[in-house]
């Protein structure tokens, strides 16, 4: 036991796993040219079960290693997740659940520990403005909503019921093409200008409060020892000079 | 009075209006979907009359207890005024109205008190950059005036009169099909690749402000527990000290 | 002299030269549609002369206060020569002129304080981020003659010489339609995929950072009074505290 | 060899040079001008073997110069590789690396102070950022080989191997008539709706934490004197006012 912890927590055993996800990776890639795949297609697949034997094994000694300790980190959940997801093609005849496959190419984001660290502060970038997200959520239904009554009737495709406004909506808040859209909309249904131009003004100043929440929070929550002193701090300081003048 | 008071101001009661707000909110994205409206039509008519029921008695309730400190607070007039827009279709026969009932919706930013920071803190961003938005929208008044007088005698549809004009430069503001616009004036009057040229770099750059300032507000406007110490505080200690030295 | 002084500096008279601008500019706005212009077309015209009249004194009153000194400040200029060009085509015959009175509605931005303001830190900016604009420049440059002689040849349109190419180029910048030029172009030239990437994330890294500057430069550049304590400061602190411990 | 340190060192000898590259990067444009080069195709030819020479001659004295410290600077290289690499087609008969000389404008950006501090400065911010960019890059190659095993076999254009959805993945990033792609998938595969918004949603995420984490950078980094006092000095001063009071 104590050998296989060894093994598992080794550089070498680590740089292994790393280099096996990326030339699967690869090989998955590769497999998306109907030209290597129609020639190479035996040997791919056999790659594959190789890796997929690979992965199963590293996971089972991880396991064996950390045993219920292993399921208390998060990235190791999501490791375990994606090997026993793209376990199920073999255990049923699942062939439509192939693409999972290529799921593996994440544990590339859970291997590298600067990834991880993006991964973790997106996340927690995310749950900071979950607020401003939502209120977006909310006017973006309440718009959609309304298309849907409003140009429902004559622009179906578009606006047919609510969730196709929402996909619509999506395009307008992305600025794409959103021109076209209106101009065919605001001939029949002049109201749909106010409509839709307070809809990008809106949604663009929601989505600018994001970013730059995001940005402020980013330069106050520096390291603690590049932080700034505080006022709380500087009042102290003054506090215990007068004491001294006095 | 007091039992009312304590309703209203229960956690309880609040859960409920907001549970009421999200039905109610998802009542009317159902009834986007004809399939649903055709075949359950009466059932969310009579729901929906249940909800402007529940709504107006909440308003009234709430009425009840505060008199006239309810209407010194802003969200409260919000609701005030979406609740009584909403029973217009049927005091009147204004089946046109019917679509205002969307706007209970927007009770969900009102009702949740991060929500209604996020609207305040936005409001506030708004005020703070209104000379900046001001600035743009004369830049935009002075070349829609502009671009009427050039290109609205060949390209009317684009830029026929200053209200035709300010939608299609708005267009442009938002970078979307603009190529295609001035492809297509620029071969009968050159002038348009200097003019819209200068016009998106103008306008980009005036947007940009609008973004940056925010974002240095945001990070000035700190906690002031988290606000970093100031110049004059500095000052005030180093007078302090060499008082002392001496 | 004096009393004209006072009427130039006085509160009301700067309020009625605010309200004319803006009359003006509505006046110019109105001209665009034709309905407008063909049935009230003579007063407009005769509305117009009277503007130009007003704006014309407005000038002169200034200069006859301010004499030699009136030209020392930016503003003052920008308003003479807007003022001179709207003259302009009344001296000569020149009504293909007409077009520069719409510039008369720019005054707004000279004549309010905060709109001179905003201005101001825009050119501001601007200057700062020369270099980086430069650089900008002698990327797109380089990249217009590269494509004139890669792809002039089979899309004369898009690149047929380093000007088209240089317009071509802004609009992928801006990122309106560019898969469009790049798959038409790929087809024939596949060196087109490297060559429109590589411009991109080029030169959307040298915007980024040129926003970023300007955004971190709006931070540093509070008010001094605002400004917090520097390390200088705080070691000059230190220093004087360890004298006084010694 | 004291001379010519005094002459390449000079600043007259410098502002020729940086004349001589934009003379050239001049010509370059001018070339592409079909009706210019036809007229006076053999002019220019001439004056771009003058050129050639001059900046060969230019390096040359450089090198006699510094000899092997002229290769320690990273600038001295990238001027050497241009000149050497333009020289080329004279050497082989390689007309079609003719468009190399328009590197030769690229020396702008060596030449000028500023410029190359803005380069070096964008530079270091793609170091800094490299994790972003690399995990952003997985995302892609994920969705992309999904991408093309979802949809590769019903629109080969867009998505038939994972080089052309990573071309069409890049395409929807930028936003650029996204919806086009989207729609016409979505027909036939549901799917591509959740698929592609997820997509862009995650990747607009990491691109927005790129820019605020250069921001944030550039805030921080401020020059040293500056730079705001820290936490840790402020502990410091409270440490020594406390043993004063003691």
New interface residues.
């Given amino acids: 036991m104590q050998t296989l912890k060894h093994i598992v927590e080794s550089k070498h055993f680590e740089h292994l796993v790393l280099l096996l996800i990326c030339a699967n990776?690869a090989l998955?890639?590769?497999e998306?040219?109907?030209a290597i795949l129609q020639r190479y297609g035996d040997t791919l697949h056999m790659l594959d079960r190789v890796f997929i034997a690979f992965f199963s094994i590293e996971i089972l000694m991880r396991l064996a290693v950390y045993r219920e300790r292993f399921f208390r980190k998060g990235w190791n959940i999501f490791d375990f997740c994606i090997v026993a997801l793209t376990l199920l093609p073999f255990v049923g005849n699942l062939s439509a659940l192939?693409?999972v496959r290529?799921?593996r190419?994440?544990r590339?984001?859970s291997s590298?520990g600067?990834?991880r660290?993006?991964?973790e502060?997106?996340i927690g970038?995310?749950r900071d403005f979950a607020?401003?997200l939502?209120?977006l959520l909310?006017?973006c239904?309440?718009y959609?909503?309304?298309a849907?009554?409003?140009f429902?009737a004559s622009h179906a495709d578009q606006f047919?019921?609510?969730g196709v406004?929402l996909?619509t909506l999506?395009?307008i808040i992305?600025?794409?093409?959103?021109?076209?859209i209106v101009r065919t909309v605001m001939t029949e249904s002049p109201i749909a200008?106010p409509f839709f131009?307070s809809f990008?003004v809106l949604t663009v100043?929601?989505l600018?409060?994001v970013?730059?929440?995001?940005?402020?929070n980013?330069?106050?929550n520096?390291d603690?020892?590049?932080?700034?002193?505080?006022?709380?701090?500087?009042?102290?300081?003054?506090a215990?000079?007068?004491?001294?003048?006095r």
């Fill in positions: 990776a998955l890639g590769a998306t040219y109907p192939r693409t290529v799921l190419a994440l590339l984001v590298v600067s990834f660290k993006v991964t502060s997106i970038a995310v607020a401003v939502a209120v909310v006017v239904y309440v959609a909503v309304l849907s009554q409003l429902g047919g019921d609510v406004s996909f999506f395009q992305t600025l794409d093409n959103w021109s076209d200008i131009i990008i100043f929601l600018l409060s970013i730059v929440g995001i940005a402020s980013a330069v106050r520096a603690p020892e590049e932080k700034s002193i505080t006022q709380k701090q500087a009042e102290e300081i003054i215990l000079l007068q004491k001294l003048n």
